[in-house]
Nanobody
């Protein structure tokens, strides 16, 4: 059974930074792509960033240049460093694994989701 546990969310002023972490259990982690998603109130869940097992990355246009996804396979953890945060980044952020990372960078989510962590950016 794969479990994903996010942490690092909170309240921050616009222009500030946060680093989210997602700790994964099980041997699935190192051989699988990982994705960070977010869902704002009244909106659909959207892909923010994804990373392959080898470290290739892709980002949503809205966060490119501000967010960085990384992974530490030794710690079974994926990170999302978020800089220059904006009020429109406010959402619940989820990590995901078990999906497919397609050529060109699109990540299709798998069956494994974390419980989510709230990020609130005040103006």
């Amino acid at each position: 059974q794969v479990q994903l546990v996010e942490s690092g969310g909170g309240l921050v002023q616009a222009g500030g930074s946060l680093r989210l972490s997602c700790a994964a259990s099980g041997s699935i982690f190192s051989s699988n792509a990982m994705g960070w998603y977010r869902q704002a109130p009244g909106k659909q869940r959207e892909l923010v960033a994804a990373i392959t097992s080898g470290g290739s990355t892709n980002y949503a246009a809205s966060v490119k240049g501000r967010f960085t996804i990384s992974r530490d396979n030794a710690k079974n953890t994926v990170y999302l460093q978020m800089n220059s945060l904006k009020p429109e980044d406010t959402a619940v952020y989820y990590c995901n694994t078990g999906g497919t990372y397609y050529f060109g960078g699109y990540y299709s989510p798998g069956d494994y989701w974390g419980q989510g962590t709230q990020v609130t950016v005040s103006s």
